[in-house]
């Protein structure tokens, strides 16, 4: 009775919060969470099949919306928390949201949760699956350093003894959490890219979490991403269950994956231009077949899925222009080396803002390869920063080689769509962190005439 | 001219954008065109070739990181030791900076290399955010520090004066030490390319050693110094004509 005056209760709030004109995305949640601090539990009762967690550093979002297309597509009910709040009254908000009042019954739940809730939300929902896409320093908690969150994380899963983790063979880190801990496990992994792009130049070494002496990589992906083994203590990348590999045919790519015996259980075409959408599309794929969805029931939801705001979203304002959110120095390379596959002549403009949900320090700039843009420096016709930490940015590129005279350093968002614009080039690109992402996106949107 | 540079274990020693202060080196080298050799120093290397090195760095590295490059730096120690009393140059970041006094590790054993009498305790005081320092040379040092514990320098010369942020230890308005030619400080990252003045009193010093007098050319530094503004604008205005 509680849980159901708690609904109620945080469907008025996000009603009042609509009508007030705010984008009230956890009013809800937070309200019903004050009336029934049990509330988690309580809708997770309500699930009929499986509640599926979707946790890591990067690709989250994407990773989980992707599994939320894949349940749609064959028919089920499912509770998603598709617009990113991922913390505890994120979780609480999607099941309002997808719940009436008087009928509470769902058939899934795809939820992505933010590593450092995990520990909690597992312990109040008893998921049934977890899906990890990858654990990289990430700026907003630079202050943990990566060891303590796995701490963390290892520590939060042993309630869940039951909860089968899909894991990403291909991060050493993941898989020596996984091995601590007695649940079922299931492995994804990349098994072969179509075009070797350039290791990271700024690799620095991976230290094994058993042993702790330096692993050897026969092929590094990014990141500590690849296939890894110890030569001292023996630890090693796991053979995936579901191994993704990804072939070039006629200017798309194809992406296949394979069981553990290589045969191949789904085939698909798709514009797969960076990794990031490798493992995230390999990590929604398993979690599908996991849960017992046909082969091409998975393809058709693939094919329905559209990648949220800021991710390489795309407007039109005189000529293309992609918007693509980096919040770390992963993310940054991985954006920059799609940019430096686009053989046209493009503006780049890039956006850094200090403010907490970014991370304060931008000591992380110096981490990232800008050296990527410095190597197609003769197709960028100019840089355009912006953000609060614009001048940092402008100083990194300085160093990376780069010309300043191509450097226009531009305080007002407006003007930096201006400048995006007219600057002779057939396409931009603007690459940014998290809260500049949002305020130029606004812009653009209103600008965009596709 | 030409300066040979030692980096440090490269690739467990780097943190927080450590490493661009390599390229702030580099890069200020090459646009004066004084060619630069880098050596990078890694696990059991050998430490025979640091006669010929002119400047040695090393970053910062996560806990686990700095007690294995910690034990490896014994048997570099009597090297690096020559190397800091004939004044060669030589700048520590954050762990990198511990590493050369003693330091408590999370576990509470005692760590480091004693090259210098300074100490460093564990503590559960989290000092991060923006810096600024004043030096001797009247030139202010803009940073961001993130360190965890207090260091006591027993007796030696600070790097500067902390006039925002935290410092050694938060108390006593220290920052870094500084002996001879060598350095130690918990300023992050881009050390070097926001605060170019140093770099180049870096550069200045190891050519010096080499070469007896010389003259650095002058850059152009307006990208620098309007950097400088902005970060001391947004910690607070009041800080702008530090730059």
């Not at chain 1, 880190?173 to 179509?194: A, D, Q």
């Not at chain 1, 990376?400 to 968002?413: F, M, N, P, R, Y």
């Not at chain 2, 890069?27 to 060619?35: L, M, T």
């Not at chain 2, 996560?62 to 570099?76: F, G, L, N, T, Y």
Request: with cysteine; charged share 25%.
């Amino acid at each position: 009775m509680k849980e159901t005056f708690a609904v109620l209760a945080g469907k008025a709030a996000v009603n009042l919060a609509k009508i007030a004109g705010r984008q009230g995305t956890s009013i809800g949640g937070r309200v019903a969470l004050k009336i029934s601090p049990d509330i988690l539990t309580w809708f997770s009762s309500k699930v009929k099949n499986d509640i599926i967690f979707v946790t890591g550093t990067n690709g989250k979002t994407s990773t989980n919306n992707m599994i939320y297309s894949i349940i749609q597509e064959a028919g089920y009910t499912c509770a998603c928390n598709n617009i990113g709040a991922n913390m505890e009254v994120g979780l609480i908000s999607a099941f309002i949201d997808s719940s009436s009042v008087f009928k509470l019954s769902l058939d899934f739940a795809c939820m992505e949760v933010d590593e450092a809730s995990l520990p909690k939300a597992a312990a109040s929902t008893k998921p049934d699956i977890i899906v990890f896409t990858n654990i990289f320093p990430d700026q907003s908690d630079r202050y943990v350093e990566i060891d303590a969150l796995l701490n963390k994380i290892r520590d939060g899963l042993e309630a869940s003894p039951d909860t089968t983790l899909l894991i990403n063979a291909d991060d050493p880190f993941l898989v020596s959490i996984g091995n601590l801990l007695p649940n079922p496990k299931r492995y994804y992994g990349i098994e072969k890219w179509f075009d070797n792009i350039s290791e990271d130049t700024m690799a620095d070494a991976v230290l094994c979490k058993k042993c702790g002496s330096i692993l050897s990589y026969d092929c590094r992906y990014y990141g500590q991403l690849g296939r890894y083994s110890c030569s001292k203590c023996g630890f090693h990348r796991p053979v995936p269950d579901f191994s993704a590999v990804i072939e070039n045919e006629e200017g798309a790519q194809l992406f296949n994956i394979l069981d553990k015996d290589k045969k191949s259980i789904i085939a698909v075409k798709a514009d797969i231009s960076d990794r990031y959408t490798a493992y995230n599309m390999a990590a929604a794929v398993s979690c599908g077949l996991l849960i017992g969805i046909r082969p091409e029931i998975i393809i058709k939801g693939l094919q329905k899925y559209k990648p949220q705001a800021g991710r390489m979203e795309e407007f039109y304002i005189q000529k293309p222009i992609l918007l693509n959110l980096a919040k770390n120095p992963v993310g940054f390379n991985e954006s920059m080396k799609t940019v430096s596959k686009d053989g046209r002549t493009k503006t780049v403009a890039i956006g850094v803002n200090d403010l907490p949900q970014d991370g304060r320090d931008v000591s992380w700039l110096w981490d990232t390869d800008f050296e990527i843009l410095k190597k197609i420096d003769d197709t960028i016709t100019s840089y355009i920063l912006f953000g609060r930490r614009r001048y940092d940015t402008a100083l990194r590129l300085k160093y990376a080689g780069i010309d300043t005279k191509k450097l226009v350093i531009s305080e007002i968002l407006d003007d930096v769509v201006n400048n995006v614009v007219e600057t002779k080039s057939e396409i931009a690109y603007i690459i940014s962190n998290y809260s500049t992402t949002f305020d130029i996106r606004k812009i653009l949107k209103e600008r965009d005439s596709k | 001219m030409k300066l040979n540079i030692c980096h440090l274990y490269p690739d467990l020693m780097n943190m927080y954008g450590d490493s661009g202060n390599m390229l702030a080196l580099i890069r200020r080298c090459q646009w004066r065109n004084i060619s630069v050799e880098i050596k990078e120093h890694r696990l059991n290397d050998k430490a025979e070739d640091f006669k010929n090195q002119d400047i040695f760095f090393i970053g910062h590295g996560a806990s686990r990181q700095q007690s294995i490059v910690a034990q490896d730096m014994k048997s570099i120690k009597p090297y690096l030791k020559e190397a800091i009393e004939e004044g060669k140059v030589f700048l520590a970041i954050c762990g990198g900076y511990r590493i050369l006094g003693r330091y408590q590790d999370a576990n509470g054993a005692t760590l480091g290399l004693e090259l210098f009498n300074f100490y460093t305790e564990q503590t559960t005081d989290h000092f991060a955010g923006n810096i600024i320092v004043e030096t001797d040379e009247n030139y202010n040092l803009i940073g961001f520090e993130n360190h965890i514990g207090k260091t006591y320098l027993n007796g030696l010369k600070p790097l500067g004066r902390v006039i925002f942020g935290f410092g050694n230890n938060g108390e006593d308005k220290t920052e870094g030490m500084r002996y001879k030619n060598t350095i130690g400080t918990y300023l992050h990252g881009p050390l070097l390319s926001n605060n170019p003045r140093l770099c180049d009193k870096i550069i200045e010093a190891a050519l010096r050693n080499k070469y007896g007098t010389v003259e650095l050319g002058k850059l152009d530094d307006s990208l620098e110094i309007e950097t400088r503004r902005k970060i001391l604008e947004l910690i607070d205005p009041k800080f702008t004509s530090l730059a």
